[in-house]
């Protein structure tokens, strides 16, 4: 998963700083078992689609009237056409860049993961790392949606871990393995 991450997305985007920006409802058994993913459209031409039959991402457009211009340094908020969607709760749709925009200096401000409770539109933070001001058109592809399976355990409160031995990583953190 992280040389998917690091082919698309900056290392500062991979440390995971998550938003809500999509909608996710809770499902029906029978959307759990067919593993159907729905989407509740502003507009269909906008339906996320996957460019090959070997895709892992599905291409998340535009859905805007007009163009939006975003010039060095600048972050706007571009609408996918998605008011709401629908999931398994064993998937967590993830948000991220689009590799051929990146290479191009426009990235997802952020990664964004979707819990399969929320119910708002999907909006796509856009942030422009170049030196030169880029044009979304309407229609673009400017991100993927990719999903990832997921288990939620259960979480316990255990004072007695704190006592374990000291393993070889210990209390060092971030860095603490080195670059190579």
């Keep these: 998963m992280s040389s998917l ?3 698309c997305c900056s290392p500062i985007l991979f440390c995971f700083s998550f938003l809500f920006l999509f909608s996710g409802q809770a499902v029906s058994a029978d959307l759990q078992e067919s593993g159907e993913i729905r989407f509740s459209m502003s507009d269909n031409t906008c339906l996320p689609s996957y460019a090959t ?3 892992a ?3 998340l457009r535009a859905c805007i009237r007009e163009s939006v211009v ?10 996918t056409g998605i008011e709401s969607m629908q999931f398994p709760a064993n ?3 993830a948000v991220l860049s689009r590799a051929g925009l990146g290479m191009e200096g426009i990235q997802v401000d952020f990664i ?4 399969p409770d929320y119910t708002g539109p999907l909006l796509i933070p856009l942030k422009n790392t170049s030196d030169s001001a880029f044009t979304v ?3 673009m592809r400017i991100a ?7 288990e939620r355990p259960q979480l316990v409160n255990d004072p007695e871990i704190k006592n374990r031995k000291a393993e070889s990583r210990g209390q060092s953190g971030r860095g603490s393995t080195g670059l190579n």
Aim: proline content about 8%; glycine content about 12%.
């Design 5 to 7: 991450l690091s082919s």
């Design 53 to 55: 039959n070997g895709s």
């Design 57 to 59: 991402g599905a291409d």
């Design 70 to 79: 975003i010039k060095p340094g600048e972050r706007k908020v571009i609408d």
């Design 91 to 93: 998937l967590m749709p």
């Design 112 to 115: 964004s993961r979707v819990d």
């Design 137 to 139: 058109k309407p229609g």
């Design 144 to 150: 993927q949606l990719i999903f990832f399976n997921v």
